[in-house]
């Protein structure tokens, strides 16, 4: 089992269920459950616990945290709602899959139908018949695969930074698969003698492989322009936390995935998120992410709305990072949460375009230009 970061203490809870200290201002406490999976779930929850449920599903390498100021805001808008992040399995403070069966192809213990199974008996546990899902990156494939392996227990879902086929996705196949893990990383660990990839790597915290993992991480990995710097370090220390098991299994799960065509018997209501200096989930992502879910539209009718964030278009290999990224929900959390408040409530996003400020640029500006595209 991974380390566990330690909760900071807490000094005092707000009005929304989360806790306040004099550095965090975070969780008041996370809950744990164990499942029928095997793991050990890490979760925290605020809001109405008579509201309507929203599960919040964080992406690759990052914890619960990833929600924490959407969240807040959420709850602060809406009286009525339940909101739940869990720590996805091998993330944050939930548990491995045990390493005897997962550590020589983690992958197997890592895919969306394992993330999404965990999510159900969560919803089982806490007596959720039916749930709205926001989902990051990697949670939003989580999402995904939930609204179409399980459409009875979904109200909506809500898709930041999404994608649909990690085989085409050149940030998952070239940086993180191959240059990031099997050549940077392995490459690294395969210099002390006898050690097996991945094998004896499930286990090793990317803060125990060397100052040069880590640094690059903070500068490369951990960021988003608008966001704090202090929140930028507390995801900073809990992402270096994260076990390789976890790291080289999610990774080499999600390059394996090609929704497109299932996505054509999507019944569920969609709300797709994207930002315009996202390098992650890029705008060719984005055109298929477009062409699968304009083709659930047409054949099953559901809601299908795409919001752009960000003014800034990014062109280039080295842009300057100054509008909306992948973790676009880090900044423009306020944003974030009025789009899925309106979604879940009237089946819309708002009619604006949120972006970096560009005279200050920790600013979130919310431009009067129309970013929406029903698809259909």
Sequence with gaps: MKTVIPLLIILFTSESGFAQNNTDAFISEKKSLDLKTGICLSYVEAGNPDGTPLIFLHGYS??????????EDLTQINKDV????????????SSMPDEDRCKAAPEKCFTPDDFAKDIIDLLDKLKIQKAHVVGHSMGSIVAQNLALTHPDRISSIVLIGAFVNGKECVAIQEFLL????????????????????????YSILPMEVGDKITTFLKENWVVETAAT???????????????????????RALGEIDYRAALQKLKIPTLILWATHDEVTTAKDQEQVKSAFQAAAKLQAPNVIYKVYGKSIFAGTE?????????????????VAADVNSFILEGKALTNLPCVNPSDGKVISLDSLNAIQTLK
Excluded at 229 to 251: R, Y
């Design 229 to 251: 710097k202090e929140f930028l370090n507390d995801v900073f220390n809990e992402t270096i936390a994260v076990p390789l098991g976890t790291w080289i299994g999610a990774m």
């Design 82 to 93: 339940r909101v739940i992040a869990p720590d996805l399995r091998g993330h944050g403070n």
């Design 62 to 71: 990052d914890t619960s945290r990833s929600f924490k100021s959407v969240m």
């Design 319 to 335: 842009p300057p990072y100054n509008d909306l990224g992948h973790n676009m929900h880090w900044a423009a959390h306020k944003a």
């Design 178 to 201: 191959h240059d990031m893990l099997e050549q940077d990383w392995r490459c690294t660990l395969e210099t002390k003698r006898n050690f097996l990839w991945p094998d004896n790597a």
